[in-house]
């Protein structure tokens, strides 16, 4: 059974710092990615990365200020959010893909398995 188990959202004033993780388990996976979704807004890519080798992806937006990371023996990918602004407030989602072994992709549907989100509110 598959399982992306989120946690760490939150409430943290601008400026403030959050990290997400990310449990996989029940299957192999070539990437992960982060999403958000924001009230009224798509769902859009913010970090991705593989789980072999360096190879990462950075939203323009968060460039900076987030960073993916990962522990292999963990099966646990991280998202670390540094000054965040009130337009960071979204649910963001765990995102993996089993599918493609040389793709790092960015869009929903490069993802076969979801987590189930975690809301993280920035105020200012």
């Known amino acids: 059974q598959v399982q992306l188990v989120e946690s760490g959202g939150g409430l943290v004033q601008a400026g403030g710092s959050l990290r997400l993780s990310c449990a996989a388990s029940g299957r192999t996976f070539y990437a992960m990615g982060w999403f958000r979704q924001a009230p009224g807004k798509e769902r859009e890519c913010v970090a991705a990365t593989r789980w072999r080798g360096v190879t990462t992806y950075y939203a323009d937006f968060v460039k900076g200020r987030f960073t993916i990371s990962r522990d292999n023996a963990k099966n646990t990918v991280y998202l670390q959010m540094n000054s965040l602004k009130p337009e960071d407030t979204a649910v963001y989602y765990c995102?993996?893909?089993?599918?493609?072994?040389?793709?790092?992709?960015?869009?929903?549907?490069?993802?076969?398995?979801w987590g189930q989100g975690t809301q993280v509110t920035v105020s200012s």
């Open positions: 995102a993996a893909d089993s599918r493609v072994p040389m793709r790092l992709g960015v869009g929903i549907v490069d993802y076969d398995y």
